[in-house]
């Protein structure tokens, strides 16, 4: 039974509710009260994979949301489920496991299936819940080769379902601010970005170093997110790439997967991005964005999920200005990113980051490979429009 909801309601109750500001006006102003939608009207999740990013992100984040609330877990664990369930509030006739995942169908409470499994889970249960009739909000990377993510994109068009991929940078609001200025060239044309995404991983057992479930190492993890936010900060799609790959040799951790990936795209406005993920160093997250007329600006922190710091260096007065600018309290990532998926199911738009947009990252993946392997530069298909593969982008809260 498909979920079925009048498109275009008008949510008049999360109008914001105003507060008399107590400082000056020259102050930085404080956003407006959190005005959530009544229980009853938010999307209903049900939330697949109960591992370390559902619990320790994705559910508490539900407790943020405006929009959303989770109704329904998905899990091999049923003592695990169950506690969850009862620290959530979901009863435990919306438990389900994998075998009997497809009778979602028959809990009108689902409208959306939130799939937080390894990569190379998330094909079939995209497709099982479009055809359960719920829409799909999809982890990343989307899946682990290009003809997979085609069909899951296909199954959810057939099946009149939304797909949105979790990417969920381009819903938090220091990296919007980044691809603002880039976009209106605040310190002139931004002709260099440098990216790191890098993490010291363990186990060599866990299901991250295995390609089966994977779909490779420190790139289709890590590296989507140097390659992703890169494309969003331009709007722009490369054209081309050269990589190099290392893998430290007879280190356990990496039999199947790579561990290393250095590699450049090249856009068609000439932006260059410089990119390196590693799953063998310290911890280290961040980007920057050269401009060509006196400054430059990127973020710290800039995919993890919290304590990211805006960072500009321009000059005024023939000095060298460094600043942390601050927007005050962070919003959290994951709460942005599920209430815009709620959003587009409430008011039945595209979501901004669709199944086109994690599609397209598997066939830059695939070129960085292509190319490390021949050493040579590959070539993509030259897209000219930008902001190619986006929907209807997020309301500013
Ligand atoms: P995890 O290993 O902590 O959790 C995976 C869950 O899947 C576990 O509960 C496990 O029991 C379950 N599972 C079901 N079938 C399985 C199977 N055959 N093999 C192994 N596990 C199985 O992983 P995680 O870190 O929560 O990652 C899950 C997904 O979320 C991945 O796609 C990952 O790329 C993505 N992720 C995204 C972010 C982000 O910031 N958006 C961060 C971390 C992970």
């Known amino acids: 039974m498909k979920s079925e909801r009048k498109s275009g309601s008008k949510i008049k109750e999360t109008q914001p509710i105003k507060i008399k500001p107590h400082n000056v006006a020259s102050e930085r102003q404080a956003g407006s009260a959190h005005s959530p939608l009544r229980p009853e009207r938010r999307i209903g999740y049900a939330v697949v994979g109960l591992g370390r990013l559902a619990l320790m992100q994705i559910l508490p984040a539900m407790t943020k949301c405006k929009y959303s609330k989770p109704v329904a877990l998905v899990s091999r664990d049923a003592q695990k489920a169950k506690k969850v369930a009862l620290q959530y509030g979901i009863p435990e006739t919306s438990i389900y496991d994998y075998e009997h995942f497809d009778d979602i169908k028959n809990n009108p409470e689902i409208e959306v299936v939130y799939i937080v499994l390894p990569n190379s889970l998330h094909e079939e249960y995209t497709i099982r819940a479009a055809k359960a009739g719920k829409h ?9 080769s290009i003809a997979s993510a085609q069909r899951m ?13 979790a990417y969920r940078i381009q819903y938090e609001p220091i990296n919007r601010q ?73 280190d356990p951790r990496f039999t199947e997967v790579e561990e290393a990936v250095m590699f450049q795209m090249f856009f068609p406005g000439g932006t260059i991005a410089n990119c390196t993920c590693s ?78 947009e994690g599609l397209q990252d598997l066939k830059i993946m695939e070129a960085i490979y292509e190319s490390a392997q021949s050493n040579k530069l590959v070539k993509l298909e030259r897209i000219t429009k930008l902001d190619a593969f986006r929907g209807t982008p997020p309301k500013k809260d």
């Open 136 to 144: 799909v909000l999809c982890e990343k990377p989307m899946s682990t």
């Open 153 to 165: 994109i296909d199954v959810c068009k057939t099946n009149k379902r939304k797909l949105m991929i």
């Open 178 to 250: 980044c691809m603002k200025w880039l976009r209106e060239e605040k310190f002139g044309k931004v002709r260099l970005i440098t990216s790191i995404n890098a993490q010291n991983i363990g186990d060599p057992e866990q299901w991250r170093l295995k390609k089966a479930l994977s779909g490779g190492g420190s790139l289709p993890d890590i590296g989507i997110y140097n390659i992703n936010t890169a494309r969003f900060l331009l709007g722009e799609e490369p054209e081309s790439v050269l990589s190099s790959i290392y893998t430290t040799p007879k």
């Open 279 to 356: 799953y063998g160093v310290h911890e280290s997250r961040h980007y920057r964005c050269y401009g060509d007329k006196g400054g430059l600006f990127g973020v710290a922190n800039a995919f993890a999920y919290g304590g990211l710091r805006l960072e500009v260096s321009h000059v005024k007065d023939n000095l060298e200005w460094n600043a942390q600018p601050s927007f005050g309290a962070e919003k959290d990532q994951f709460a942005q990113e599920m209430d815009h998926m709620s959003q587009c199911v409430l008011n039945d738009k595209i979501p901004y980051t669709p199944g086109e």
